[in-house]
């Protein structure tokens, strides 16, 4: 799907958002992102899998409440189910291989890494990769590519960096494919993180697609039942966007709370997720 495609659904979801209560028409909505009713309807649910209206029911508070409610210790059962060393996100299987505290000191130095700008379902992100994995994934948020670069140069600052798309396209069509994947396919991440960030990216790693949790449920999985505000910092700080799910931590009140990429974004992967995934039920 086109980036302006993308543009118009986050316009259509901070509508629906700022105008619940009122219930808009399909004819309202439409007009806000200039198409008529008709487009509209045909590019909402396309993208989504789901009518604008049956959006805008995932988009609820009591809807975000139930999947409280039927999370069933989710991070407990996952556990036992033998998924500890990775995460399913839909076709793919992610694993995680942290640096050592001595490359971590290094900076990345030694280190080539190829990025390159790619379309996806939510807008253009930056992707970067080298041969031990993806080490960043994160949407440009009205940002230009090259403000995104300084930032990925900021967290690998002796690394070199080379502008590549033809080696990052490969992974981008693995993340995002253009249709689904009759088989399991893997995708190894590296990260740079403290032993405590570490621990809860892996944590989030095993929250199923199509079902949350809170930073209390991240705490407890931990067991450091006191740790939600550093949980909340790790979960902030996550380097790479939604192959480390952290778009499927929540509030426990049912609120969706803060995202790095943008409230609407968030809401907007949850939604997909939810429409895709029932339950929380993995393809």
Not at 150 to 178: D, G, K, M, N
Request: with cysteine.
């Amino acid at each position: 799907m086109a980036t302006s495609d993308y543009a118009r659904i986050e316009r259509a979801i901070l509508y629906l958002d700022a105008h619940a209560q009122e219930q808009p028409r399909l004819a309202e909505v439409a007009a806000h992102v200039g198409l008529s009713p008709y487009h509209f309807q045909r590019l909402f649910t396309r993208w989504a899998g789901i009518s604008p209206k049956r959006f805008l029911q995932f988009q609820t508070l009591e809807h975000a409440k139930q999947l409280l409610a039927e999370r069933r210790s989710t991070l407990d059962v996952t556990y036992d189910a033998g998924l500890s060393s990775g995460g399913r996100l839909h076709d793919l299987f992610v694993t995680l291989t942290a640096m050592t505290p001595g490359e971590f000191k290094q900076g990345g130095a030694g280190l080539t890494i190829p990025y390159s700008v790619h379309a996806s379902p939510f807008g253009d992100h930056l992707l970067a990769v080298c041969e031990r994995g993806i080490c960043a994934l994160r949407f440009l948020m009205g940002t230009s590519p090259s403000e995104a670069v300084r930032e990925l140069r900021a967290e690998w600052p002796h690394a070199t960096l080379v502008e590549a798309p033809e080696a990052t396209r490969p992974y981008a069509e693995r993340i995002f494919p253009a249709r689904k994947s009759r088989t399991l396919q893997s995708l190894s991440l590296f990260v740079k993180g403290t032993n405590f960030q570490l621990k809860v990216w892996e944590a989030l790693l095993r929250i199923p697609p199509g079902a949350v949790a809170t930073y209390e449920d991240i705490a407890r999985s931990l067991q450091m039942p006191r740790a939600t505000r550093a949980v909340g910092s790790a979960v902030g700080d996550n380097p790479i966007a939604l192959l480390i799910p952290c778009h499927r931590v929540i509030r426990k009140t049912g609120a969706f709370g803060e995202y790095r990429w943008g409230l609407a974004r968030k809401r907007a992967m949850l939604t997909w997720e939810s429409a895709r995934y029932p339950s929380g039920e993995a393809a």
